[in-house]
Structure formats: C-alpha cells, structure tokens
C-alpha cells in the first residue's frame, strides 16, 4: 500500500475513533411537570402516614424490598435477596447489597439502616401522624445489625405480611444527618437525601417541589428527566385546566367523575385508570343504640342499594363494594351480597320488626359525615342512601355532617357518633389491611372489640366477635396462600353478619396525561405510567418526547 494512502487511512481511522470514544452521553430529557391536589404533611419516614407523602419518599430513598413496577409483587431492592426467615416466624434477617449511598455520598450500612429504622421505635410513638403505633410497635421487637451487611428484625408476633410492611415507606432508608435519632423532622430543609433515584432539591409546601437525579443512585430505575416539578393545586379544577394547556404534563389523582369526562374529550391527553384499592364504608358503632342491635344493623345491610349510589351520583364510574376485601385482593368475597341480597325491603322490615319496630314507631338513625373532605358527591349520596332506608317505612333517618378535623377523631374514638362515613386506603397490599383495623382494639370506632393493655386484638363483645378475632390471628400468621385466602373468606362471611361495617363502593385512581409522555414498556401497566395498585408512581419511569 502506498504509504500516504496508508498514513491518511491510518489517521481518518484515528479520527473516526477519537469521534466515537468522545461522543457525549445522552443527555436527560427535559423536565417533567407532575401536578397534584395533595400535600406535603411529613416527610420524615418515621412519621409521614399520607399517601403522597409515601410517593415522595418511596422516589427520594429506597427499602430492603419494594414492589415491583405496576404491581402487588414484592421483590429484593436493597436486600441482596427475599431475605431469610426463622421457623418461627419471629427473626427476619437481610443482607445488604454493595456500593449503597445517600444523594450526599454518605455510604449506607447496615449499622447506619438499623440505627435509623430504630427511630420508628423510639421516636416514632411520639410524632404526630402515628405510623410508629400501625406498623412498626405492634410487630417489631428489635432492630440490630450484627455486622455491616446484615439487618435483623426481631417480631412480637409471626406475622404473614411483615414483607408487605417491609415494602412501604416508613422502611426505607433515610439520612442520619437530615433525620436524626432523638427528634421528628417533618419538613427538613432541602436539599434531602436518601439512597434512591432522586433527592430533593427544594420545595415550597404551597407551591412546588424540585426532585433531581441522585448521582450516587446504583439501582435499576434510573432518571429519565434533568428534573421532576412536583406543583401543588388547590383543586382538581385547577390541575385539570392546567393538564390541558401544557402548564403541567402530568396530573395525578383527586379528580371527579365529571372531570374525567370531559377531560376523556381532550385531544393530546391520556387517562390511565388504576384499579386501587380506595373505598368508602359506613362504620358502625356496636356499643350505641340502635346499632347495639344486631337486627337494627342488619335492616340497614339489607336496605343500601349500592348500585343506585354507583350509577346516579357517580355515573358509574365507581363499583359496588360487597365486602371490605376489595376485589383482587387475597381470599375477596362478595360475603354481604350474598347474605343480604340487597336492596331487599321485606328482608329490612322483618329484621325491624323483630326488634319492635314499625311505621309508628321507626328506628331512630343519626349517620354522619364530612361534607368535603370525600369531595362534594358524598352529601348526595347520603341523600341516597337516606332515602333507602326511609323507604322500609320503618327508619327514620337524620343527616349530620360535621368539619374533618372534628368529625374523624370523634368517629373512630367510638364514643361520639352512632353511624359515619369513611374512606380507607390500604397501609400495605394485603387482605388484613382491609379486615384488622376495623376489628381490633375499638375497630377504628366499631368497638367490636374493647382495647387491653398489651393485646394487639382487644376483647372481643361477643362470641361472634371472638370468632371473627380467633379467624384473623390465625390468618396473620399463616404463610400458606390458599390457607390464607380460605381463612379470610370464612371471616367476611362472618364480618357480614356482624355487619362490623358496611363497605359501599370502591374507586379507581386516574392519571391524566399529555401525549408526548410515556411509561416504561419494561413494567407492566405503562398505560398508567407503570403506576399499579399498590398506588406507588415511580417518577424515573416517565419519558417524555
């Protein structure tokens, strides 16, 4: 070869690799917009108790175990596997994988994750949202780290969901120089660490908040965005007009049946529905007349006619809910429909009648709830459901609606109100959460049973109620699926005909969207931006473009 020909060949082929090798990395996409009507009320993981506190969270730090993406389905995050656990059930142990650090460079430890998962134990009881005393006093002993990479959590009690528990935000690993060990801190100034895809970078708690790329993050969900604006609104109308103009990308939850209707009109957006796990119930108080009466409770299981309620005030754009296991969920029953059948009037008078009621002489009934804190649909459809009842002939219905601060302390203390309305959003994805709160210690105001020292069920009212007590223990503790599912099926047959509550209807969440965002094809569910039921929005799966 001539050796010009060979030197320049030579060169361009230089050059061609020194283009290649200096060729910049992609850059992130633009910023992602995420409108929402919810609030910042903590975002200390030993406290925060409210559903987007646990979104911020859950994208800012990470757990031993997480869900996995559009899914109930638990998997290994910062644990190097599902973890071992003792025959007994009591000892759950975890190793920690490698090259673990916080936004700041802080390397985590197992000693460091343990000191902090402690705070839930001693601090915790003391911060005002009372996470600590649902899922963290009541199960765990201890927390140790005999070495640098292994974590042991010592029980009270075997408990078949503690991975679930495991999974959820209070679990994560938070930063020892913003959280410390001896105080609260709810609203820590940014910058705020943890060892997840993001940190935040700043928030105003009326306006926004900036969440950008942890440089030292080594897991699988990597950024796709410079940075993620999270906007607060006001109200779902303001977050609707701006979801349409552009002004956000991305507006997420709290939206009426008539928003979603005319925003399914609007060209470039996208509404994806996630079938959650949010319903609405009545509780009643099994220790005040007339619901001390199991006829009384009965009458008003047979009279509701949920599909009255689905279809005028909702336009069906919610579901019938026939037990407090929402569909889906392990062991699910539709236990009242078939024990009540309702809406069956005759079947309603003749529970009345037994207990000496009539025409001339009707149940007294006082049901209360709060007039905005469900949104303004909830005063219609107790108009409906006043309406059902009073058209036994045999109950006489008084409407009471009462301001949130006030009505839910008084409500589920279980002194104040007789019958009331309430929503319920699971702590963890598992059947339990739908069926243990409202049966022990007061039930959240049903007083089905009465608290005792050192119980972590209470004493039961009757023989029923021990029943329904002894089904659920022996639940908690089985680690056998279909034993489960068996064992809960036989406790809604039961909790119906306590009528412990009276589930009502259960809704979906919505995620609108504009056309040039995307969720990530490698999970299930991107058409909700791999938000599942679990209600857990990891914002590293957001493209846009």
């Given at each position: 070869m001539?050796?010009k020909i060979?030197?320049?060949?030579?060169?361009g082929?230089?050059m061609?690799?020194l283009?290649?090798?200096?060729?910049?990395?992609?850059?992130l996409?633009a910023?992602?917009?995420i409108?929402?009507t919810d609030?910042?009320?903590?975002?200390?993981?030993?406290?925060?108790?409210?559903?987007?506190?646990?979104e911020?969270?859950?994208?800012?730090?990470?757990?031993?175990?997480t869900?996995?993406?559009?899914?109930?389905?638990?998997?290994?995050?910062?644990?190097?596997?599902m973890?071992?656990?003792s025959?007994?059930?009591?000892?759950?142990?975890?190793?920690?994988?490698?090259?673990i650090?916080?936004?700041?460079?802080?390397?985590?430890?197992?000693?460091?994750?343990?000191?902090?998962l402690?705070?839930?134990?001693?601090?915790?009881?003391?911060?005002?949202?009372?996470?600590?005393?649902t899922?963290a006093?009541p199960y765990v002993?201890?927390?140790?780290?005999?070495?640098?990479?292994?974590?042991?959590?010592?029980?009270?009690?075997?408990?078949?969901?503690?991975p679930?528990?495991?999974?959820g935000?209070?679990?994560?690993?938070?930063?020892p120089?913003?959280?410390k060990?001896?105080?609260?801190?709810?609203?820590?100034?940014?910058?705020?660490?943890?060892?997840?895809?993001?940190?935040?970078?700043s928030?105003?708690a009326?306006?926004?908040?900036?969440?950008?790329p942890?440089?030292?993050?080594t897991?699988?969900?990597?950024?796709?965005?410079?940075?993620v604006?999270v906007?607060?609104?006001?109200d779902?109308?303001?977050m609707a007009?701006?979801?349409?103009?552009?002004?956000?990308?991305?507006?997420w939850r709290?939206f009426?049946?008539?928003?979603?209707?005319q925003?399914?009109?609007?060209?470039k957006?996208?509404?994806?529905t996630?079938?959650?796990?949010?319903?609405?119930?009545?509780?009643l108080?099994?220790?005040?007349?007339?619901?001390?009466d199991?006829?009384?409770?009965?009458?008003?299981?047979s009279?509701?006619?949920?599909?009255e309620?689905?279809d005028?005030?909702y336009?069906?754009?919610?579901?019938?809910?026939?037990?407090?296991?929402?569909?889906g969920?392990?062991?699910?029953?539709?236990?009242?429909?078939?024990?009540?059948?309702?809406?069956?009037?005759?079947?309603?008078?003749?529970?009345?009648?037994?207990?000496?009621?009539?025409a001339?002489?009707?149940?007294k009934?006082?049901?209360?709830?709060?007039?905005?804190?469900?949104?303004?649909?909830?005063?219609a459809?107790?108009?409906?459901?006043?309406?059902?009842?009073?058209?036994?002939?045999?109950?006489?219905?008084?409407?009471?609606?009462?301001?949130?601060?006030t009505?839910?302390?008084?409500?589920?203390?279980?002194?104040?109100?007789g019958?009331?309305?309430?929503?319920?959003?699971?702590?963890?994805?598992d059947?339990?959460?739908?069926l243990?709160?409202f049966?022990?210690?007061?039930?959240?105001?049903?007083?089905?049973?009465?608290?005792?020292?050192?119980?972590l069920?209470?004493?039961?009212?009757?023989?029923?109620?021990?029943q329904?007590?002894d089904?659920l223990?022996?639940a908690?503790?089985?680690?056998d699926?279909a034993k489960?599912?068996?064992?809960?099926?036989q406790?809604q047959?039961?909790?119906?005909?306590?009528?412990?509550?009276?589930?009502?209807?259960?809704?979906?969440?919505?995620?609108?969207?504009?056309?040039d965002?995307?969720?990530?094809s490698?999970?299930?569910?991107?058409?909700?931006l791999?938000?599942?039921?679990?209600?857990v929005?990891?914002?590293?799966?957001?493209k846009?473009?």
């Open positions: 001539n050796r060979f030197v320049a060949a030579t060169v082929a230089l061609m690799l283009l290649v090798s200096c060729k910049p990395k992609a850059a996409a910023n992602i917009i409108g929402t609030k910042v009320a903590s975002l200390d993981s030993a406290d925060a108790y409210a559903v987007h506190d646990w911020v969270i859950k994208n800012i730090s990470d757990g031993l175990l869900w996995k993406p559009g899914t109930t389905d638990l998997e290994a995050d910062l644990a190097t596997d973890g071992k656990i025959p007994d059930g009591l000892t759950y142990t975890y190793t920690l994988k490698n090259g650090k916080f936004g700041d460079g802080t390397p985590l430890t197992a000693t460091v994750y343990a000191a902090q402690n705070r839930l134990l001693t601090i915790g009881p003391k911060c005002p949202n009372d996470v600590a005393d899922l006093v002993k201890s927390i140790t780290a005999p070495d640098d990479k292994t974590i042991v959590f010592q029980l009270t009690t075997p408990i078949a969901f503690f679930q528990i495991l999974a935000a209070p679990y994560v690993a938070s930063d120089n913003i959280f060990a001896d105080a609260c801190n709810l609203f820590p100034t940014a910058p705020v660490y943890g060892v997840g895809a993001w940190y935040i970078d928030y105003n009326d306006e926004q908040m900036v969440l950008k942890n440089p030292y993050y897991g699988p969900l990597k950024p796709q965005a410079k940075q604006i906007r607060f609104y006001s779902p109308n303001t007009l701006a979801v349409q103009s552009g002004e956000i990308d991305v507006a709290l009426s049946p008539d928003q979603l209707t925003l399914k009109g609007v060209s957006l996208s509404i994806g996630i079938n959650g796990g949010a319903i609405r119930y009545l509780i108080n099994h220790t005040q007349k007339p619901f001390d199991p006829n009384v409770v009965k009458a008003i299981a009279a509701v006619d949920r599909n309620i689905v005028k005030v336009g069906g754009q919610v579901n019938p809910l026939y037990s407090m296991v929402p569909p969920f392990l062991g699910a029953t539709d236990a009242f429909d078939k024990m009540y059948g309702a809406p069956n009037l005759d079947a309603a008078k003749k529970y009345l009648e037994a207990s000496g009621y009539s001339a002489n009707p149940a009934i006082e049901l209360w709830y709060p007039p905005e804190h469900y949104g303004a649909s909830t005063a459809w107790m108009q409906v459901i006043k309406k059902q009842l009073e058209a036994t002939g045999e109950m006489q219905v008084t409407l009471q609606a009462q301001e949130w601060s009505y839910a302390p008084a409500l589920t203390g279980g002194k104040a109100y019958a009331g309305v309430l929503g319920w959003f699971f702590d963890y994805p059947s339990s959460n739908y243990d709160p049966v022990f210690n007061r039930g959240e105001g049903t007083n089905v049973t009465t608290p005792q020292e050192g119980s069920t209470g004493i039961p009212i009757n023989d029923k109620a021990k329904l007590v089904l223990n022996k908690d503790i089985e680690t699926q489960r599912a068996d064992l809960y099926k406790a047959d039961i909790y119906a005909d306590l009528v412990v509550t009276l589930p009502l209807f259960y809704q979906a969440e919505h995620v609108v969207y504009r056309s965002i995307k969720g990530s490698a999970y299930a569910t991107a058409e909700t791999n938000i599942g039921p679990n209600i929005f990891y914002y590293s799966l957001i846009k473009g």
